[in-house]
């Protein structure tokens, strides 16, 4: 239905920066939620930012507020994630979802998965 591609990752030192991409296809993408997850080794799953694909408002956890910074250019079906400032706790598996409809701030209303990108931060 929905197909999603994240790429953008890679290896950044603290205080780097890095912008991660999300390429998605599919007839009915335009009303779709986007969101971006992480998990890194051992953890869960964990939300970072979504937006709503048909409007503009953002949603960010509370760790990376002000340093990141969710987007979309709905004519490329593609999603980004702008990362600033970051610190070795960013490092994880980096995920882009998809819902339709409204945004949702828990994996489990995601009905669509990229493959995830690595963003390792050194310290």
């Known amino acids: 239905q929905v197909q999603l591609v994240e790429s953008g990752g890679g290896l950044v030192q603290a205080g780097g920066s890095l912008r991660l991409s999300c390429a998605a296809s599919?007839?009915?993408?335009?009303?779709?939620?986007m969101g971006w997850f992480r998990q890194a080794p051992g953890k869960v799953r964990e939300f970072v930012a979504a937006?709503?694909?048909?409007?503009?408002?953002?949603y960010y956890a509370d760790s990376v507020k002000g340093r990141f910074t969710i987007s979309r250019d709905n004519a490329k079906n593609t999603v980004y994630l702008q990362m600033n400032s970051l610190k070795p706790e960013d490092t994880a598996v980096y995920y882009c979802?998809?819902?339709?409809?409204?945004?949702?701030?828990?994996?489990?209303?995601?009905?669509?998965w990229g493959q995830g990108t690595q963003v390792t931060v050194s310290s």
């Open positions: 599919g007839r009915t993408f335009s009303s779709y939620a």
């Open positions: 979802a998809a819902r339709p409809g409204s945004v949702e701030t828990s994996t489990r209303w995601y009905d669509y």
């Open positions: 937006i709503t694909w048909s409007g503009s408002t953002t």
